[in-house]
Antibody, heavy 126, light 109 residues
Framework: EVQLVQSGAEVRKPGESLKISCKGSGYIFTTYWIGWVRQMPGTGLEWMGIIYPGDSETRYSPSFQGQVTISADKSTSTAYLQWSTLKASDTAMYYC???????????????????WGQGTQVTVSS | EIVLTQSPGTLSLSPGERATLSCRASQSVSSYYLAWYQQKPGQAPRLLIYGASNRATGIPDRFSGSGSGTDFTLTISRLEPEDFAVYSCQLYGSSPMYTFGQGTKLEIK
C-alpha cells in the first residue's frame, strides 16, 4: 500500500528555521516525483515545488523560489520542505503528494497527484 | 502563466440533486493535464478526475468530468451527503509547473 506520512504539527517564532518531512512507503521512492502544496487558512491549494528523488532534480513555483528549499533523502525515502527564516505568513497546512506515473496513451501522459500525505500544520507566531 | 478560474465560488444544493462545477483556463490547454480534486474539512485533497474525464481509482461513477480547450466541467449526477466538500481543478503547465483553481465549495442547501 502506497503511503506518504508527514511529520507532526510545528509551532515556531518568526525568524526561526524549520524542516518538515514526508516519508514514502509501499513503492519505489526514487521513481516518483514528490510535490509540496500549501494551503493557508480558509484558502485554496497552492503548488510550491516538486522533486524527483532519483536524481534530486527540483522545480519551484516562481512564487516560492528562494523562499523554501525542497530536498530528498533516498536512503530513508523521505522528502523535505524547509525554511531558513520563517514569517507569520508561512502559517499554513502543508501537503506532500506523489505525481502520477505511467498513466499514458500513445499521445501523451496524464497529470495529477494520486497520493497525498495527511498534511503538516505549521504555525508561526511570536 | 495560465490562470484557472472556478465557478461558482459556492454552490448550495440538496442531496439527490445534480451539481455542475466549472473550471475555466485563461488560454487553451491540453485536457491530458486537467485534474479535479475533492477536499473535505480536515482532510487532504483526493484525486477525483484526471485527463479531464477519467475517474481515479475508487471514485464512484456519479462523478464525471468533461471539457476541452478552456472550459472544463465536473458533474456529480446525484449528490450524496458525503459529496459536500471543496472541489479544486489543477493544471499541469510550464511555469509554474502546476496551477490550482481557487476552489468551489459545495454546501448543503
Amino acid at each position: 500500500e502506497v503511503q506518504l506520512v508527514q511529520s507532526g504539527a510545528e509551532v515556531r517564532k518568526p525568524g526561526e528555521s524549520l524542516k518538515i518531512s514526508c516519508k514514502g512507503s509501499g513503492y519505489i521512492f526514487t521513481t516518483y516525483w514528490i510535490g509540496w502544496v500549501r494551503q493557508m487558512p480558509g484558502t485554496g491549494l497552492e503548488w510550491m515545488g516538486i522533486i524527483y528523488p532519483g536524481d534530486s532534480e527540483t522545480r519551484y513555483s516562481p512564487s516560492f523560489q528562494g523562499q523554501v528549499t525542497i530536498s530528498a533523502d533516498k536512503s530513508t525515502s523521505t522528502a523535505y520542505l524547509q525554511w531558513s527564516t520563517l514569517k507569520a505568513s508561512d502559517t499554513a497546512m502543508y501537503y506532500c503528494a506523489r505525481r502520477m506515473l505511467g498513466y499514458c496513451t500513445t499521445t501523451s501522459c496524464y497529470e495529477g497527484f494520486n497520493y497525498w500525505g495527511q498534511g503538516t500544520q505549521v504555525t508561526v507566531s511570536s | 502563466e495560465i490562470v484557472l478560474t472556478q465557478s461558482p465560488g459556492t454552490l448550495s444544493l440538496s442531496p439527490g440533486e445534480r451539481a455542475t462545477l466549472s473550471c475555466r483556463a485563461s488560454q487553451s490547454v491540453s485536457s491530458y493535464y486537467l485534474a479535479w480534486y475533492q477536499q473535505k474539512p480536515g482532510q487532504a485533497p483526493r484525486l477525483l478526475i484526471y485527463g479531464a474525464s477519467n475517474r481515479a481509482t475508487g471514485i464512484p461513477d456519479r462523478f464525471s468530468g468533461s471539457g476541452s480547450g478552456t472550459d472544463f466541467t465536473l458533474t456529480i449526477s446525484r449528490l450524496e451527503p458525503e459529496d459536500f466538500a471543496v472541489y479544486s481543478c489543477q493544471l499541469y503547465g510550464s511555469s509554474p509547473m502546476y496551477t490550482f483553481g481557487q476552489g468551489t465549495k459545495l454546501e448543503i442547501k
